[in-house]
């Protein structure tokens, strides 16, 4: 009965962080991707919302057993159940034993999912996402209006068609000018006609030609990177190894320096920034 009890309060508490968690992180980015992700269609725009909660939700999850473990042992102290199940001869290593089966469940279920959920998912989508919005941009430029996409501004004269006359088009360092122009889409221009200006080396460069392409999303392309996600890998499996740790932590750091609720926000707040830092490292040094 006991181990049942703890069991449902630290998994219930560890998903609810864990999703809230990313719901703030999705928040913040929110003012980043919110004009690409309400600019396109809804069967663009769920896949990414379910990756994104997917992947977020379990990185999160050794936070949410960090926390949920925490909350859990204070409440037992708080309302002097560790007394009275002491009293039934329960030693406090079974007591710990006990607040431990949810950590080992998440470190089995993270051991299974470590390899298939990966950040990098998260940005190959993203990047998905950021060809398909400028590309309805692209395709429905309007005239004699500055558009900007990213890094890229399109300015049109007039267009017949596909055709686009009279362009303007700014992408880095490269500034285009062309009495005519099509988009092949994915981000490739065909200009006839017109000049550029680029500068390299702090130089500027002025050249005339007939035909001119440019692909605005030579940096932007939607393929996965197999080193990326080896690492990724990598830190799924240390993030997910350190569940244990973090269970006995805040057990015994609940069980033993927590005396007032300041001291157990104290103690919860530190362990999450502790977390995050470590995996901050880990991932800078992989």
Same mark, same amino acid.
């Given at each position: 009965?006991?181990?049942? &009890?703890?069991?449902?309060?630290?998994?219930?508490?560890?998903?609810?962080?864990?999703?809230?968690? =990313?719901?703030? +992180?999705?928040?913040?980015? !929110?003012?980043?991707? /919110?004009?690409?992700?309400? /600019?396109?269609?809804?069967?663009?725009? +769920?896949?990414?919302?379910? +990756?994104?909660?997917?992947?977020?939700?379990?990185?999160?999850?050794?936070?949410? !057993?960090? @926390? *949920?473990?925490?909350?859990?042992?204070?409440?037992?102290?708080?309302?002097?159940?560790?007394?009275?199940?002491?009293?039934?001869?329960? $030693?406090? *290593?079974?007591?710990?034993?006990?607040?431990? *089966?949810?950590?080992?469940?998440?470190?089995?279920?993270?051991?299974?999912?470590?390899?298939? !959920?990966?950040?990098?998912?998260?940005?190959?989508?993203? #990047?998905? @996402?950021?060809?398909?919005?400028?590309?309805?941009?692209?395709?429905?430029?309007?005239?004699?209006?500055?558009?900007?996409?990213?890094?890229?501004?399109?300015?049109?004269?007039?267009?017949?068609?596909?055709?686009?006359? /009279?362009?303007?088009?700014?992408?880095?360092?490269?500034?285009?000018?062309?009495?005519?122009?099509?988009?092949?889409? =994915?981000?490739?221009?065909?200009?006839?006609?017109? $000049?550029?200006?680029? %500068?390299?080396?702090?130089?500027?460069? @002025?050249?005339?030609?007939?035909?001119?392409?440019?692909?605005?999303?030579?940096?932007?392309?939607?393929?996965?990177?197999?080193?990326?996600?080896? #690492?990724? %890998?990598?830190?799924?499996?240390?993030?997910?190894?350190?569940?244990?740790?973090?269970?006995?932590?805040?057990?015994?750091? $609940?069980?033993?320096?927590?005396?007032?609720?300041?001291?157990?926000?104290? &103690? +919860?707040?530190? /362990?999450?920034?502790?977390?995050?830092? *470590?995996?901050?490292?880990?991932?800078?040094?992989?």
């Amino acid at each position: 009965m006991l181990q049942s &009890l703890v069991l449902w309060k630290v998994t219930r508490t560890a998903y609810l962080t864990a999703l809230v968690m =990313a719901l703030l +992180i999705f928040a913040v980015q !929110i003012f980043r991707l /919110g004009f690409i992700l309400f /600019g396109l269609p809804p069967e663009s725009s +769920i896949p990414f919302f379910l +990756i994104w909660f997917v992947f977020y939700g379990f990185y999160f999850l050794p936070d949410g !057993i960090f @926390l *949920a473990t925490a909350l859990t042992a204070y409440e037992f102290k708080e309302k002097k159940l560790t007394h009275v199940l002491y009293s039934f001869h329960l $030693s406090p *290593a079974k007591l710990l034993r006990i607040f431990l *089966a949810p950590a080992l469940l998440f470190v089995l279920l993270g051991s299974l999912l470590s390899y298939y !959920i990966v950040e990098e998912y998260v940005a190959f989508t993203t #990047r998905g @996402l950021l060809i398909q919005y400028k590309d309805r941009i692209f395709e429905n430029i309007p005239v004699k209006t500055f558009v900007e996409a990213g890094n890229v501004v399109v300015y049109i004269r007039d267009r017949d068609g596909s055709e686009l006359k /009279g362009i303007f088009l700014k992408y880095r360092n490269t500034q285009v000018v062309a009495r005519r122009a099509h988009y092949e889409g =994915a981000g490739r221009f065909v200009f006839e006609e017109g $000049s550029l200006i680029t %500068r390299e080396k702090g130089k500027y460069l @002025l050249m005339r030609f007939d035909t001119y392409r440019l692909n605005t999303e030579e940096f932007l392309v939607p393929r996965i990177s197999k080193e990326t996600m080896k #690492r990724d %890998r990598i830190l799924n499996a240390l993030n997910t190894l350190m569940i244990p740790i973090l269970s006995v932590t805040a057990f015994f750091g $609940s069980m033993r320096f927590c005396r007032t609720h300041t001291h157990l926000y104290v &103690l +919860i707040s530190s /362990g999450l920034v502790l977390h995050q830092l *470590a995996i901050f490292v880990m991932k800078l040094s992989l």
